[in-house]
Nanobody, 117 residues
Framework: QVQLVESGGGLVQPGGSLRLSCAAS??????????MNWYRQAPGKERELVAT???????DHADSVKGRFAISRDNAKNTVYLQMNSLKSEDTALYYC?????????WGQGTQVTVSS
């Protein structure tokens, strides 16, 4: 059974940092072959794609987080990370890990990030 389990969220002051983790398990093929995404959803807003990391390690980041957030992966640990620096109040959201595989799309349960003084 495929599972994506996020962790690392919390309450942080503006300008602070957090690192989110997403541990994957249950895939029938190599984690290293997966494209992995981080999404976020703030209250009253649509879910937004934040960052993508491809099988070869190349990355894309949304304009709103470019230069502040960085997605990375450790294939030996079946884990993808989202390093978030210079956090702003508008980064407050529930952050989800996502793995699109063929016609399926797997999601974690989300981890809450709250940026507030």
């Amino acid at each position: 059974q495929v599972q994506l389990v996020e962790s690392g969220g919390g309450l942080v002051q503006p300008g602070g940092s957090l690192r989110l983790s997403c541990a994957a398990s249950g895939f029938t093929f190599a984690f290293s072959a997966l494209r992995m995404n981080w999404y976020r959803q703030a209250p009253g807003k649509e879910r937004e794609l934040v960052a993508t990391i491809y099988a070869g390690g190349s990355t894309d980041h949304a304009d709103s987080v470019k230069g502040r957030f960085a997605i990375s992966r450790d294939n030996a640990k079946n884990t993808v990370y989202l390093q978030m620096n210079s956090l702003k109040s508008e980064d407050t959201a529930l952050y989800y890990c996502n793995a699109p595989v063929g016609r399926y799309s797997y999601w974690g349960q989300g981890t809450q990030v709250t940026v507030s003084s």
